[in-house]
């Protein structure tokens, strides 16, 4: 049993650059979530997805979409890399929403030069 | 909408002594409350929650939390730390039936066991 798997691991991109993260969970669970986590400031919402076919934004959404492309998969993508979204990246998810455990994924190390 | 305050970016600890880390949060109601630990370079790890009920809930590892409605609050203890309880630990705060559907984390409390 995987879990929730993200791809890559670590990546460093130019600013201006595009790429997507992919993330996929093997629990048949609804809901899946974006976050980000920078030094000092905890893990912050970007998207989520509360169920297939349907996305909302988080607290941070400005410069990313994202793509709930079944039940299993929920992708992140940066059109254009900045370099205040050097951070690292999880990706999260739950069988009830917030009642629910929410089970991470091991993060993606992501650098923007 | 809710935040969540951990007041002690870090604390030190011998081993073998007792530990409370304290989480404060802001919501209308009674929300649903989580403590995660993070070891470093890993993904986050639930230890445990709160949804309703006996307001002191056991977790894995052998730490334990209590909900107090009047304060505001839902620290974390541990008897007896041990070195690999060195980590980052997470308050998180999800709002039952509405709101954003994440948690709200609070900044992370780092944890240093002294040997």
């Known amino acids: 049993n995987a879990g929730v798997t993200q791809t890559p691991k670590f990546q460093v991109l130019k600013t201006g650059q595009s790429m997507t993260l992919q993330c996929a969970q093997d629990?048949?669970?609804?809901?899946m979530y974006w976050y980000r986590q920078d030094p000092g400031m905890g893990l912050r919402l970007i998207y989520y997805?509360?169920?297939?076919?349907?996305?909302d934004k988080g607290e941070v959404p400005n410069g990313y979409n994202v793509s709930r492309l079944n039940k299993r998969e929920f992708s992140l993508r940066l059109e254009s890399a900045a370099p205040s979204q050097t951070s690292v990246y999880f990706c999260?998810?739950?069988?009830?929403?917030?009642?629910?455990?929410?089970?991470f994924g091991p993060g993606t190390r992501l650098t923007v030069t | 909408a809710q935040s969540v305050t951990q007041p002690d970016i870090h604390i030190t600890v011998s081993e073998g002594a007792s530990l409370e880390l304290r989480c404060n949060y802001s919501?209308?109601?009674?929300?649903?409350l989580f403590w995660y630990v993070q070891s470093p370079g890993q993904g986050l790890q639930l230890l445990l929650k709160?949804?309703?009920?006996?307001?002191l809930v056991q977790g894995i590892k052998g730490f334990e939390a209590e909900f107090k409605r009047s304060q505001s609050s839902f620290n974390l203890r541990k008897p007896s730390v041990h070195w690999s309880d060195a980590a980052e630990y997470f308050c998180?705060?999800?709002?039952?039936?509405?709101?954003?559907?994440?948690?709200?984390f609070g900044k992370g409390t780092h944890l240093i066991i002294q040997p």
């Open positions: 999260a998810s739950s069988e009830f929403g917030p009642a629910g455990e929410q089970y």
């Open positions: 709160y949804f309703s009920g006996d307001t």
């Open positions: 998180a705060v999800g709002a039952p039936g509405g709101g954003a559907d994440g948690l709200t």
């Open positions: 919501y209308g109601a009674t929300p649903y």
């Open positions: 997805s509360a169920s297939e076919g349907t996305t």
């Open positions: 629990m048949n669970h609804n809901s």
